[in-house]
T-cell receptor, first 109, second 114 residues
Framework: GEDVEQSLFLSVREGDSSVINCTYT??????LYWYKQEPGAGLQLLTY?????DMKQDQRLTVLLNKKDKHLSLRIADTQTGDSAIYFC?????????FGTGTRLTVIP | EAGVTQFPSHSVIEKGQTVTLRCDPI?????LYWYRRVMGKEIKFLLH????????ESGMPNNRFLAERTGGTYSTLKVQPAELEDSGVYFC????????????FGQGTRLTVV
């Protein structure tokens, strides 16, 4: 089955850039997603990228997709304390999403 | 417009007891999904409803789990009898279309089996 991997933890200082990485196995995925889970809240769709794109930028967020290496990354520019959360990478399977373990981002003031 | 709501937000039960989780999807969303995250691990798919029909239940761990969606509106997920390894956060999501998958997730139910 599909396998999505992420590192579990990332700490950055406020104002720095954060880069969260993800690798996946299903090369036929048409969409890849980043979800954010803040403490006590549900999963919030942050952004997604279609598989024929290499990059997508949305304000402070930049998504890079390397299809050859099956590598997806999320860069958050000027990271703020409000960005502290768990970030999940997900790929679209036949009818549902396959998630990674989530990366807990801690922003140090 | 109300989002996806789940009830309860937390549940602590003893091993062997029964627990029923509820999910109210966004009105008009035919697709409803259940997912589970065991502590520190990935979020795993459990099952998918299209209206009241189970489209895919390949992720259900075993027959102690029973999901229903009578009338195609809200859904329940019953665990009977609960085991320690059932502890985790259970997420529900709903979407209008399957092909263009923009699912909206609820806040999750944290289940602790002691």
């Amino acid at each position: 089955g599909e396998d999505v991997e992420q590192s579990l933890f990332l700490s950055v200082r406020e104002g720095d850039s954060s880069v969260i990485n993800c690798t996946y196995t299903d090369s036929s995925s048409t969409y890849l997603y980043w979800y954010k889970q803040e403490p006590g809240a549900g999963l919030q769709l942050l952004t997604y990228i279609f598989s024929n794109m290499d990059m997508k930028q949305d304000q402070r967020l930049t998504v890079l997709l390397n299809k050859k290496d099956k590598h997806l990354s999320l860069r958050i520019a000027d990271t703020q304390t409000g960005d502290s959360a768990i970030y999940f990478c997900a790929e679209m399977g036949a009818n549902n999403l396959f998630f990674g373990t989530g990366t807990r981002l801690t922003v140090i003031p | 417009e109300a989002g996806v709501t789940q009830f309860p937000s937390h549940s602590v039960i003893e091993k062997g007891q029964t627990v029923t989780l509820r999910c109210d999807p966004i009105s008009g969303h035919d697709n409803l999904y259940w997912y589970r995250r065991v502590m520190g691990k990935e979020i795993k798919f459990l099952l998918h409803f299209v209206k009241e029909s189970k489209q895919d239940e390949s992720g259900m761990p075993n027959n102690r789990f029973l999901a229903e969606r009578t009338g195609g509106t809200y859904s329940t997920l019953k665990v009977q009898p609960a085991e320690l390894e059932d502890s985790g956060v259970y997420f529900c999501a709903s979407s209008q279309d399957v092909g263009l998958f923009e699912a909206f997730f609820g806040q999750g139910t944290r289940l602790t089996v002691v």
